[in-house]
């Protein structure tokens, strides 16, 4: 039974690791397919190239062509992109009613509220709500 429990528990926590990061593991793992499979096509092309002007084909020729071509196209669109989501994402989340400084302005103002109305019970009460809902 306690094994049980334990491995219930156990899966329960790997599961919601899982969950909470989904959205990192499936970004990442886009990410390894794509580069390994622009990295690869990048070969056969490199290979297609050098054998139409019967040059030799270099490890070191290729990885520098292809590394500048990656970096080429980042530097276009991809920091771009990281600029707008991260940028945007951050400078709208400040000061929004969804932000940490908003929930703390409100806890305060609910803090105060039970205070009043609940004189002899609030401390126990807030106590009680702090260790249900703990602070991230």
């Known amino acids: 039974m306690t094994y ?17 990061r989904g959205y990192l ?3 990442l793992g886009f990410f390894v397919i794509s580069i390994s499979a622009h990295w690869t096509f990048a070969w056969f ?5 050098q054998n139409a002007h019967n040059q030799p084909v270099q490890a070191g020729d290729y990885f520098n062509k292809t590394f ?8 276009s669109e991809f920091l771009q992109l990281i600029w707008q989501v991260a940028g945007l994402s951050f400078l709208l989340y400040a000061g929004s ?7 703390d302005r409100t806890e305060e103002k609910i803090d105060f509220i039970i205070k009043k ?8 009460l807030l ?9 991230k």
């Open 4 to 20: 049980m429990v334990s491995t219930a528990l156990s899966n329960r926590f790997y599961m919601g690791r899982i969950k909470k």
């Open 97 to 103: 009613p969804q932000s940490k400084e908003e929930q």
């Open 117 to 124: 109305l609940e004189p002899e019970n609030a401390k126990r």
């Open 68 to 75: 500048r071509d990656t970096m080429e196209n980042w530097q």
């Open 127 to 135: 106590e009680e709500w702090d260790r249900k809902y703990p602070k």
């Open 25 to 27: 593991w499936v970004t």
């Open 45 to 49: 092309a490199y290979i297609d190239e």
